[in-house]
């Protein structure tokens, strides 16, 4: 008997995008990898990161919402770095409910797909990137939807990622439960020209919607040194920058132009205490390339 057996690639996102809290995010070509095989005894591997081995694995748990494991293995691999916002969490659901539904041939369709990973992850924006690929602006009522917008030519992305580790939940504590209306307002102004500044490929347009004042200032505290990266990032020569997801990790956008000096001044600033690492933005979404 034949085992069956299946590769799964997800990209890691980077989420918020400076204004769109919870709503936008954009998938990188940097990947987990998931190899899952029907071989009669279940097992977690992964030599990469310190994960759970058993069934409360990320992974897993996604897996057996749809299919139980019993008899599968699992080997968990890739370049995603766990607790930097890299969407780490959200790569490790789609790869289990993809896995599951190939696997099994169970044929979900990308909404399918998109529901159940929202409703594991508690919100889409990373999981709606990592699923579809590209820049992804999301919205969860009266249907969840993620709207795809493919990257412009010649934007590309540098990521700081600081050596220590933010706790998600700790960073979500910072956000008070009300805001005040102008910073409301100025980040549906942010969001909207960041917007349009995608989709148009316009740099100076996509400069306008970085700024953001709904989450990044309040939690300086976790990550102060990644906040001044932000701020010193036009200096640079960078179109600007932004705090991935929960942080640490920075996300400068640049034009392939600017890239490289960009990457030169960033790797002196971050001497010590970041990887600094060029990155593109990935127009594809989780696939599985090998049968």
Request: charged share 20%; hydrophobic share 45%; glycine share 10%.
């Amino acid at each position: 008997m034949t085992e069956r057996h299946r590769l799964v690639k997800v990209p890691a996102s980077s989420a918020n995008l400076g204004p769109g809290y919870d709503v936008m995010a954009v998938a990188l070509d940097l990947h987990l990898e998931l190899e899952v095989r029907e071989c009669g005894e279940f097992s977690v591997t992964c030599e990469e990161h310190d994960v759970p081995l058993d069934r409360s694995n990320l992974v897993v748990q996604a897996f057996e919402t749809l299919q139980p494991a019993d008899g599968i293995s699992f080997r968990i691999g890739g370049e995603i770095p766990l607790a930097r916002g890299m969407g780490s969490s959200a790569a490790a659901i789609v790869a289990g409910l993809v896995a599951a539904d190939h696997l099994f041939e169970l044929g979900l369709e990308r909404q399918d797909l998109l529901e159940r990973a929202t409703a594991l992850e508690g919100h889409p924006d990373n999981v709606a990137a990592a699923i579809c690929g590209g820049f992804v602006v999301c919205t969860s009522g009266p249907r969840l939807t993620a709207t795809v917008i493919d990257s412009p030519e010649g934007l590309e992305g540098i990521l700081v990622i600081p050596d220590v580790e933010v706790s998600t939940k700790l960073a979500r504590e910072a956000i008070p439960e009300q805001i005040p209306i102008t910073d409301a307002v100025a980040n549906t102004a942010s969001a909207a020209h960041l917007t349009l500044g995608l989709s148009r490929g316009d740099f100076d347009l996509i400069a306008m919607g970085l700024h953001d004042r709904l989450h990044q200032e309040r939690r300086r505290h976790l990550f102060p040194k990644s906040m001044e990266i932000v701020e010193q990032a036009g200096e640079m020569g960078a179109i600007g920058a932004t705090i991935s997801g929960a942080g640490p990790t920075v996300l400068v956008w640049t034009g392939w132009q600017e890239t490289g000096g960009v990457v030169e001044q960033l790797r002196e600033r971050c001497e010590g205490w970041a990887t600094v690492k060029r990155v593109g933005f990935s127009p594809l979404g989780a696939d599985v390339p090998e049968l």
